[in-house]
């Protein structure tokens, strides 16, 4: 058997080899639809890294005080990201199913649900973002900082409400090229806000930090509009209109968000303590572990570039009840999500200092991140494995597990080895950045825990049979 063969060789839900012409196609579906959220994925976190760059020509403090906001902010996000996880789940179906008219229904109501989410999150960000930067970790330093930056960007949880809506319901149905246009380009203003707002270009005033987060708030509007437009033309597959509830939808919307909600929490609760422990530490290692943090990110958005075309072929796999190409979508996208993995590998081994001095030229945080980079090189095959197949299962609304697995695995593992490494294993290997870098072995771990608790789920089977309304 040649390698192409051994790359395609993939099993039906029974455990029979696909044939090979079969298998070429559903990697070729994968590829079709997974590329555009891919590049989509590495353009935005490429992006979000230039944004970082940028902040930190103002220093470690203003890296920091940006990076402190990111866990309140997606705490805030939890229930909105939940129900457009269960309105993928159900466009899915029911596109796979040839429900059409189902899966505008189940867009619309989500869109009225999401509304009143993305108001009472707007409320609570911008009046309640001191409480929130101190429980995130803000000390004197970045408190004042990072709560101005919160407020502004608070202004706009419900323009990004809508567009995480749409663009769910979109990826469900495979158009995955509208929210990498979208996102793109809302993420290009983004950049180009930056360059004038942060140190006052092309005659505006040096805004600093709170630049950075008008700059912010603007791309997330100018996104949400540029989603809007696309369902409100005529001609789509989705059609904006003033909703009618009915009970079949809204109950497989709580049924799939609400396990959803249960792991976006432990998620969220486990990056909040991590980022305490980190700011503990001191402020050029909380920058230092913002810079990897950034770099990291890539590779998890190559896999969820993947995860993304998994969730979608899934979901419509099992719609039109066939298992059998259910379980081979999620083995095509391990394999693609792998191969992803390796390429980066490659490229953050072999220019990992450089890497490092895009963000920052401060030689003691530069030899922090190039250190926390051979850790991460080692977890990102895993990394890609276990996002790949969160994919697969949340396609089938197999989301109780997925949360399970963050519960055991982000909320409690890693957090508890973050601290054992950060301080009382601190200084058990003298010149050694041991509280630097042990964030991303409890992030090697995590990711190797999870990996194998999915693909054992995977191959069991069970997911295929869950049933939504």
Not at 68 to 81: D, E, K, W
Not at 401 to 430: G, Q
């Amino acid at each position: 058997m040649g390698l192409s063969q051994k790359l395609l060789a993939v099993k039906d839900h029974e455990g029979k080899p696909i044939d090979e012409a079969q298998a070429k196609k559903l990697f070729q579906r994968t590829l079709a639809i997974g590329w555009p959220s891919t590049v989509e994925g590495a353009l935005l976190s490429i992006i979000g890294s230039v944004d970082t760059m940028m902040v930190g020509t103002l220093g470690a403090a203003s890296i920091a005080a940006v990076g402190l906001t990111g866990q309140p902010r997606m705490i805030l996000l939890i229930v909105a990201q939940a129900l457009c996880i269960g309105t993928t789940a159900l466009c899915a179906r029911r596109k796979g199913a040839g429900d059409d008219k189902g899966a505008n229904a189940c867009l619309n109501q989500s869109m009225a649900l999401i509304s009143g989410i993305g108001i009472l999150m707007t409320l609570i960000g911008y009046f309640g973002a001191e409480w929130l930067m101190k429980l995130g970790g803000a000390n004197e330093d970045t408190l004042e900082l990072s709560t101005a930056y919160f407020q502004i960007i608070s202004l706009a949880f419900l323009p990004q409400c809508w567009q995480l809506c749409i663009c769910a319901a979109m990826r469900a149905i495979g158009k995955t090229r509208v929210t990498m246009v979208t996102n793109i380009t809302a993420n290009l203003i983004n950049v180009c806000l930056n360059y004038v707002l942060i140190n006052g270009k092309l005659g505006f005033p040096a805004m600093g930090v709170r630049g950075a987060a008008l700059a912010t708030a603007c791309g997330t509007i100018a996104s949400s509009m540029i989603c809007l437009f696309v369902v409100t033309c005529r001609g789509g597959y989705f059609r904006l209109q003033l909703p009618r509830f009915d009970g079949t939808t809204l109950s497989g919307l709580v049924k799939v968000g609400s396990s959803s909600m249960v792991e976006a929490g432990c998620l969220r609760i486990g990056f909040l303590i991590l980022a305490r422990l980190i700011a503990g530490i001191g402020t050029k290692a909380f920058a230092a572990y913002q810079i990897v943090g950034q770099v990291t990110s890539l590779s998890f958005t190559l896999g969820d570039g993947i995860s993304t075309a998994t969730t979608s072929l899934v979901g419509q796999s099992l719609g039109a009840k066939r298992k059998d190409l259910a379980m081979g979508y999620a083995q095509a996208g391990r394999r693609i999500g792998t191969m992803a993995a390796i390429l980066l590998m490659l490229v953050i081994s072999l220019a990992s200092r450089q890497i490092a001095m895009l963000f920052t030229n401060e030689e003691d945080i530069i030899r922090d991140v190039t250190m926390s980079f051979i850790v991460v090189i080692i977890a990102m095959i895993p990394q890609n494995g276990r996002v790949v197949q969160s994919g697969a299962l949340r396609g089938a609304g197999d989301v109780r597990f997925v949360a399970a697995c963050a519960l055991i695995s982000v909320t409690v593992l890693r957090p508890i080895l973050t601290w054992l490494f950060c301080y009382p294993l601190a200084n058990i290997w003298p010149g050694f950045p041991m509280a630097v870098v042990s964030p991303w072995i409890a992030f090697m771990i995590d990711a190797v825990v999870r990996d194998r608790l999915m693909a054992q789920r995977i191959r069991r089977g069970h997911w295929m049979d869950i049933v939504l309304n």
